[in-house]
């Protein structure tokens, strides 16, 4: 291929690519059939009721476990049956529903070893003087996601809507291209809310951002582009107003009181 | 706890003062409880270690003390083993120290993909089979163990000279104190942390998570091989009845004991057993029941703080201090009082 047509080909070519992904664990077909194209600089949310499988489909795309069927690329290259640390160089992040942090850590180490984890030093058994720069780094990551004041505090002793706010900077740790957030909003008050919805929107553009959120108001606010999702498939693709006014959203998802549930 | 600036302080005067005790010490004492502690603390900090960085608790440490053991004892000249090669007792160490890194990575190579009770097991296992092979394999333990090792000549006499070889495991007692100390401010160091409070986050960070486990394993081998081949030059005998199932469950106490949480509990934990372990067997209505009088205060200990005397010590000055400003509680930081803390 010529250095023309890469070029021209990179404004086309999604990110990331998923073409018939499943995934069934024993007998439950959490995932199944879904094709998505993400592309660079896309803000996209994920929706769906409990148990549509939107968890489920963030562990595929991140390699937390392989999909049983289908394949999954990213940045045009195939990783359907890599494991998340070969993605992991690719720009790919991630946050979790239910927060994974060092509790016996402080904030700054916590983001200290995200940082580590994407600039691949693992096994460094001395400390040179990029580690300075990487503590630097991190203590300014925490401030970004408004944790300045907490920075030598062990996360354990964080409130939940802190720890939430340092998955978000563990994910940001090491310049991510995909950013994927699951459920940043759940448990947070309604002023912890609209400060996360003003970080999200403040991300860079060169961050593309998929998104999984329940709070409607965080969701169609960030978001550009929506996917809705329903036994383990797609059952809606559109934009923010499109989806506002689909009837199937309104009796899957809205109807059943999910806004109001918290 | 010690506030930051005065630890380097209080180090520096203990270890002094433990430099200091053999010229106040009988020989015996020096030996049998000075040394001894340093020796088997050594090997519980390799315990502790792996527990405290990685949340391990690993049973084959004693294990890999006597594969470094019986490695020297089968390499120098000795009464017993494999008398064929009869190095120099410095090659014969240091091959020690590679042979026992390199069966701790193979052990680690299996025990890093399990966690919790699994790993107890397997750890437990490897313990088990390194003490069978040594006692099935007489070629390699004599019978009835190797003895009259050869001792490193600077060492002197270990009878008229107790404190050469004080002086020597207080040297790498210190200077393993202080590495570990480092490491656990390292990438490294920070990152076996990582895995410890939260394994699925550190793959999703992309880390290499078995491969770490393994080396990490293999550097508690090496804290270990250095206490076991220190047991032999000060011992100068090994049987395969030192890495017995009960004294592996000893190591596990000293360990717990001390507080499975702090390095330092490591050598508090030894003083303490090597002590009670001396002074019970004198006394009459123990006698021969030592364990069973070491097994009750044991219980009382870990009854009374489960982060061992460490974790006693670690409550009382924090209590210490709550009562001491009590009457400027909230003038510590930024106003968000922490009450829960409180609780333990
Ligand atoms: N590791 C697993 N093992 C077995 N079943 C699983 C596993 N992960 C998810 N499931 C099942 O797959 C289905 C989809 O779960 P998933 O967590 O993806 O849903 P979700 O859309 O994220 O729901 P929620 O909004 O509640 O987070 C559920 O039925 C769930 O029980
Ligand atoms: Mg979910």
Same mark, same amino acid.
């Given at each position: ?262 | ?50 527990? *405290? ?67 107890? %097991? ?89 491969? %770490? ?25 090994? *049987? ?64 009374? *703080? ?8 670690? *409550? ?29």
């Amino acid at each position: 291929m010529s250095q023309t047509e890469t070029s021209a080909a990179e404004s086309v070519v999604p990110i990331l690519r998923l073409r018939g992904v499943g995934r069934r664990f024993g007998g439950v077909h959490a995932v199944r059939g879904v094709d998505l194209d993400v592309r660079a600089g896309e803000r996209r949310a994920v929706l769906g009721p409990n148990g549509a499988g939107k968890t489920t489909l963030f562990n595929v795309i991140a390699g937390e476990f392989p999909p049983t069927e289908g394949s999954v690329e990213l940045f045009g290259v195939d990783v359907t049956n890599k494991p998340a640390r070969a993605r992991v160089p690719l720009g790919v992040t991630r946050t979790f529903q239910i927060s994974r942090l060092f509790g016996g850590l402080s904030v700054a180490d916590n983001l200290y070893v995200s940082i580590i984890g994407a600039e691949g030093g693992h096994l460094r058994p001395i400390r040179n003087a990029k580690d300075r720069a990487y503590h630097a780094q991190a203590r300014e990551l925490g401030d970004r996601v408004g944790l300045g004041g907490v920075l030598d505090e062990l996360v354990g002793a964080l409130s939940h809507g802190e720890q939430r706010q340092l998955e978000i900077g563990m994910a940001l740790a090491g310049d991510p291209k995909l950013i994927m957030l699951d459920e940043p909003a759940a448990g947070l008050a309604r002023a912890e809310r609209v400060k996360l919805t003003e970080m999200l929107l403040g991300f860079d553009r060169s961050i593309t951002m998929i998104l999984i959120e329940h709070d409607m108001d965080v969701a169609l606010t960030v978001a550009e582009h929506v996917t809705m999702m329903h036994d383990g498939r797609i059952v809606v693709e559109g934009t923010p107003s499109e989806i506002r006014g689909n009837q199937l959203v309104h009796d899957l998802y809205l109807g059943k009181g999910h806004r109001n549930h918290e | 706890m010690i506030p930051a600036r005065l630890q380097w302080p209080v180090g520096f005067g203990v270890v002094l003062v433990a430099a200091l005790l053999p010229f106040v010490c009988s020989s015996y004492t020096t030996s049998q409880i000075l040394t001894r502690s340093l020796i088997l603390g050594l090997a519980a900090a390799s315990l502790i270690f792996l527990a *405290s960085l990685g949340g391990w608790v690993s049973l084959a440490q004693l294990g890999l003390y006597g594969v470094a053991g019986f490695t020297v004892g089968n390499l120098a000249k000795a009464d017993g083993g494999a008398k064929v090669f009869a190095m120099d007792i410095w090659v014969a160490s240091l091959l020690a120290l590679v042979v026992t890194v390199l069966v701790g990575l193979l052990i680690g190579v299996i025990a890093s993909r399990s966690e919790g009770i699994y790993f107890l %097991m397997i750890t437990l296992a490897f313990g088990v089979i390194i003490r069978l092979l040594f006692e099935k394999a007489t070629d390699l333990s004599g019978f009835g163990g190797i003895n009259q090792i050869i001792q490193p000549s600077l060492l002197g006499s270990a009878q008229l000279d107790p404190e050469r070889i004080y002086w020597l495991c207080l040297a790498i007692c210190v200077l393993v104190y202080l590495g570990v100390r480092y490491f656990a401010r390292t990438p490294f160091g920070l990152a076996f942390q990582g895995i410890r409070d939260n394994t699925p986050r550190m793959r999703a960070l992309g880390y290499n998570v078995t491969l %770490m486990r393994t080396v990490a394993f293999g550097i508690g081998a090496f804290i270990a091989a250095l206490a076991g081949v220190l047991n032999v030059w000060w011992n100068t005998q090994i *049987s395969p009845g030192t890495i017995d199932i009960g004294p592996v469950i000893f190591l596990l106490m000293i360990a717990i004991i001390g507080g499975l949480y702090r390095i330092e509990g490591a050598w508090v934990g030894a003083l303490i057993y090597v002590v009670l372990d001396n002074r019970l067997r004198s006394i009459d209505v123990v006698g021969e029941r030592v364990a069973t009088a070491l097994g009750i205060i044991f219980l009382l200990i870990v009854l009374l *703080s489960p982060g061992g005397v460490m974790g006693i010590y670690e *409550s009382l000055s924090s209590r210490w201090r709550r009562t001491g400003v009590t009457g400027g509680a909230t003038s510590d930081g930024d106003g968000t009082a922490t009450p829960t803390v409180a609780g333990d």
